[in-house]
């Protein structure tokens, strides 16, 4: 069974208007940490924002904010708004066990198209 | 504070050939893993590296191997290419040390084309 699922593999969004990017995850530990990752056509990941399983408030870093809902394991990444340059490929991964000593999963991506 | 540097940007090869690509962290992070993406399988975990010592591995051939060295800078090797070895290679590095080693920062990448 695939960890980490993203079922959008392309988004459009309108310039300044919000996004929703989906994610949902697959484990059975109770220590693990959600990541969202953007990758830009130059091939470089950057870390966008990060949430641990026990962390109760959802987390935010400036536009971007995740949507953690922990019963229904999905971490979905919202995008406010939304400029140019966040057009790119954006990656959820998960990283689990004990100071999250596992590896890093990654989802397939979703590749998200801001429109003028 | 310089980011994660990764040397070469491109390289081609042929079939059969071994490959070396270098990786150097960010000062003072010890952990540093490595990454296959390609559009097939997306970004597949290769191993993970601390204080020179092998931490984690990921589903690979024993073609894929990988070192650290004690300045953390790390390198990883392919022996033997395949056509399917063709990819980008990222590296990532982190503290690796808790509370603050889930952030992890990537290099560039190193774009391997094996003909």
């Known amino acids: 069974a695939q960890k980490i699922t993203q079922t959008q593999p392309g988004m459009f969004v309108q310039e300044k208007e919000a996004v929703t990017l989906d994610c949902t995850y697959d484990?059975?530990?109770?220590?693990?940490?959600l990541f969202w990752y953007k990758q830009p056509s130059s091939g470089e990941m950057i870390f966008l924002i990060y949430?641990?399983?026990?962390?109760?408030q959802n987390a935010t870093e400036g536009r971007y904010s995740l949507n953690f809902q922990k019963a229904r394991k999905s971490a979905n990444l919202v995008i406010s708004a939304s400029q140019l340059g966040d057009s790119a490929m954006y990656f959820c991964?998960?990283?689990?066990?004990?100071?999250?000593?596992?590896?890093?999963?990654f989802g397939p991506g979703t590749r998200l198209s801001v429109l003028p | 504070k310089a980011g994660v540097t990764q040397t070469p940007r491109y390289l081609i090869k042929t079939r059969g050939q071994q490959v070396t690509l270098s990786c150097s962290p960010i000062?003072?992070?010890?952990?540093v893993s490595w990454y296959q993406q390609t559009p097939g399988q997306g970004l597949q975990f290769l191993f993970e590296?601390?204080?020179?010592?092998?931490?984690n591995k990921g589903n690979f051939p024993g073609r894929f191997s990988g070192r650290q060295f004690s300045n953390s800078r790390s390198e990883m090797n392919v022996s033997t290419l395949e056509l399917g070895d063709s990819a980008l290679y990222l590296c990532?590095?982190?503290?690796?040390?808790?509370?603050?080693?889930?952030?992890?920062?990537f290099g560039p990448g190193t774009r391997l084309t094996v003909t």
């Open positions: 590296y601390f204080s020179e010592t092998q931490r």
């Open positions: 949430q641990g399983s026990y962390d109760e």
């Open positions: 991964a998960m990283r689990e066990g004990e100071n999250y000593g596992q590896n890093f999963v």
């Open positions: 000062s003072g992070h010890r952990s």
């Open positions: 484990t059975s530990d109770q220590s693990y940490g």
């Open positions: 990532a590095s982190r503290t690796g040390t808790p509370p603050s080693s889930y952030e992890q920062y």
